[in-house]
């Protein structure tokens, strides 16, 4: 009779590329992303210390002038120093985009929350609110908001909020639909948890990792909308320091390319920061999606 040949076992245990979170385009991604949201943050805040001007003195006798030793970035058709209304003006976008971002993130989600945990005749009707406001191109509304309202960065705020909530809300619904059939969550109704308690506690913090990404990739977005507002004059008023504004000062300009040129490389620059760092987020929250 044969006998039985022992399995053979490997002695070391071998886990596949993906789980173990090597480095890679991900991470260079996500490095990228918060080296340059960093700088444009630290430059934000720091403003005042690093700016060599004021940005809103004027100096006629100045205007115009070309980039060179004493005006890094030249200087606009009133002689403010360009270099300094660009640092300032991180102080008006970066803030201004953070703070809408996060709340149209929360009130989306919030709701999105409740129509997917509610179900029934309560997601129909935010559902149906949803649909009417992804109906209307985003920047047409904001356009159609801030006018109604009056130009100034308050109602700019409010518009771009208005228009942004309603993505995360269908969002957060998927997420909720689907995290809700989970075994954790049934077992946790069976035992009699609340339904606030459920939401809280079980879903939302499986949920929120797609909302996050959602969010950093948006402040790019609101940050484009916030200067395409002040672009078309129903944004910042003049003479603040904002990058639509400086650009559309400068779009009559062509022989004076860096009235207009050095804003929109701020623009530019902080957008792909904000792009890179959720490519980065999302690889880094979902291993699944992790790439060499």
């Not at 070309?66 to 890094?72: A, E, I, R, V």
Request: a neutral charge; zero cysteines.
């Amino acid at each position: 009779m044969p006998t039985a040949q022992p399995i053979a076992r490997p002695s070391v245990l071998t886990v596949p590329r993906e789980a173990t979170g090597s480095p890679g385009r991900a991470n260079i991604a996500l490095i990228v992303g918060v080296v340059v949201v960093g700088a444009w943050v630290f430059v934000a805040a720091f403003a005042p210390w690093l700016a060599p001007h004021s940005p809103t003195d004027l100096d006629v006798m100045n205007r115009l002038e070309s980039p060179g030793s004493t005006h890094l970035f030249g200087t606009d058709e009133a002689g403010r120093d360009n270099f300094s209304r660009v640092l300032y003006g991180a102080r008006i976008t970066v803030p201004l985009a953070f703070t809408v971002i996060l709340l149209a993130s929360l009130f989306g989600a919030g709701v999105g929350a409740v129509a997917g945990y509610v179900g029934g005749r309560v997601d129909e009707v935010l559902m149906r609110v949803v649909d009417i406001v992804l109906a209307f191109p985003p920047i047409v509304l904001a356009m159609a908001i801030t006018a109604a309202l009056g130009a100034g960065l308050r109602n700019a705020m409010l518009a771009i909020l208005l228009v942004s909530w309603p993505e995360f809300s269908r969002l957060m619904r998927g997420q909720v639909l689907a995290i809700k059939e989970n075994d954790y969550v049934i077992a946790a109704r069976a035992l009699g948890a609340p339904g606030f308690r459920v939401v809280l506690t079980h879903i939302l913090p499986n949920a929120f990792p797609p909302i996050v990404v959602k969010g950093s990739l948006d402040v790019g977005n609101a940050i484009i909308f916030t200067a395409a507002l002040s672009f078309i004059g129903l944004g910042a008023v003049p003479p603040a320091p904002e990058w639509g504004a400086m650009i559309a000062a400068g779009q009559s300009k062509f022989e004076y390319w860096w009235v207009a040129t050095f804003p929109g490389l701020a623009i530019l620059s902080i957008v792909l920061g904000f792009n890179f760092l959720g490519d980065g987020l999302q690889d880094w929250l979902n291993p699944r999606l992790r790439r060499d």
